[in-house]
């Protein structure tokens, strides 16, 4: 007997400062598009945006329906939120939405089910990184999800677990959601050499895939390129990602500044942010990731790398170790020291990339992964609307 067909309808992220998470929205698209032919029948997928042009064309040709939100629907939307409960009548759901994910700050009784996405607490562990209005946002929203979101997935137990350790009076209404990184095909057929020369790089490069935000730790690798240096050892970091911090914006600059204190300037190369396919092709050629962040919620590199059949040198930041990737050795968060050396350790045994045999055992794990995971997505959706 087959289950009835369900609408499950992603809103896109709009924050220009956290570009992961729309790649996650993305990838979750990119999940359920490996379902089996009778799972994906019974599954509706769209897409709300306020533009098009922020979704890729590849996603754009897997969904059923991109709904743009104009202010005729925003404006609707908020008079619907400030209106009593009894008279959000299910026609009023004009797009026959039966689940949304991520909601935001939705009611509890709304025209359709929604699904809340807390990734982590680092406001929590780390306050010292966020204003004060910052600080009381991030927790209003955490609590606007626990008293509200009739489910609330979690990317990592460990996020699930502080969860229940900060909201005691709240539980019963969380989801275990690891994310996966989508091992894209047609990136795979490329020459990531051309990416390299685009860039101007070298043959030999490690790569720090992070924005430039004081938590994800460029300093402890900047460190460890002076000792590696020290000891002899040319070794070059290519980084990727954003390079303004509103919350820092001293940070970059005082990082460069580091670099060229400690005469690793020439070694310690940034891009800056790149598009997602240059990003991958720079991945694929590079020698190794390097992941020294002190915080994530499941750390979207990491998937790449794993995605990718890539060596890892990461951080022993608990959501790392859970997510417990192939090919990685894990250093002391914040230690430069056991960086410098295991990148000495291993360093005859790495080349550039790609590693088609490595790629290939990868790719047809990730298949499976992906799969996994669209249909935890969908079981979630259902779950939510069974409660």
């Not at 007997?1 to 929205?25: E, L, Q, R, T």
């Not at 990136?187 to 992070?210: A, G, H, R, S």
């Not at 295991?342 to 290939?360: A, F, M, R, V």
């Amino acid at each position: 007997m087959s289950k009835k067909k369900i609408h499950i309808c992603f809103n896109v992220i709009s924050d220009p400062n956290w570009h992961a998470g729309n790649i996650y929205i993305f990838n979750c698209i990119h999940a359920l598009t490996l379902l089996s032919n009778t799972e994906r029948e019974q599954v509706i997928v769209s897409l709300a945006t306020r533009n098009k042009n922020d979704i890729p064309e590849d996603i754009l040709l897997k969904v059923d329906n991109v709904f743009i939100e104009s202010i005729f629907h925003i404006v609707f939307y908020k008079l619907l939120k400030i209106s009593p409960a009894w008279l959000r009548w299910k026609w009023l759901n004009f797009r026959k939405i039966d689940f949304y994910y991520p909601g935001g700050n939705l009611p509890k009784q709304w025209i359709f089910k929604w699904g809340g996405w807390i990734p982590d607490f680092q406001y929590r562990y780390l306050p010292h990184l966020f204003s004060q209005q910052e600080l009381d946002t991030r927790e209003a929203r955490s609590l606007h999800a626990a008293k509200h979101a009739p489910i609330i997935a979690f990317s990592s137990e460990c996020a699930l677990n502080d969860y229940k350790k900060f909201f005691p009076d709240y539980i019963g209404n969380e989801f275990l959601l690891r994310f996966v990184s989508n091992a894209n095909k047609a990136w795979l057929q490329l020459d990531p050499i051309e990416t390299q020369e685009k860039y101007n790089l070298p043959d030999k490069f490690f790569i720090v895939c992070n924005q430039f935000w004081k938590h994800k730790d460029h300093e402890t690798v900047i460190k460890a390129l002076a000792m590696l240096k020290q000891k002899g050892f040319q070794v070059c970091v290519v980084c990727t990602g954003a390079t303004e911090d509103f919350r820092n914006p001293e940070y970059y600059p005082s990082l460069l500044a580091k670099a060229k204190e400690l005469n690793v300037e020439n070694e310690f190369q940034v891009v800056g942010f790149i598009s997602r396919q240059d990003q991958i092709q720079l991945i694929r050629r590079s020698m190794a990731i390097i992941q020294p962040s002190l915080f994530e919620g499941w750390s979207t590199v990491v998937e790449d790398g794993r995605s990718l059949g890539k060596t890892i040198f990461l951080s022993d930041f608990p959501v790392h170790i859970e997510q417990n990737p192939p090919y990685t050795h894990y250093f002391e968060q914040k230690n430069a020291e056991q960086l410098a050396n295991l990148i000495t350790q291993y360093l005859d045994e790495l080349s550039p990339g790609p590693n088609k045999e490595k790629e290939e055992k990868a790719f047809i794990e990730n298949q499976e992964l992906m799969k996994n995971f669209g249909q935890k997505l969908v079981e979630m959706a259902r779950v939510c609307l069974a409660g």
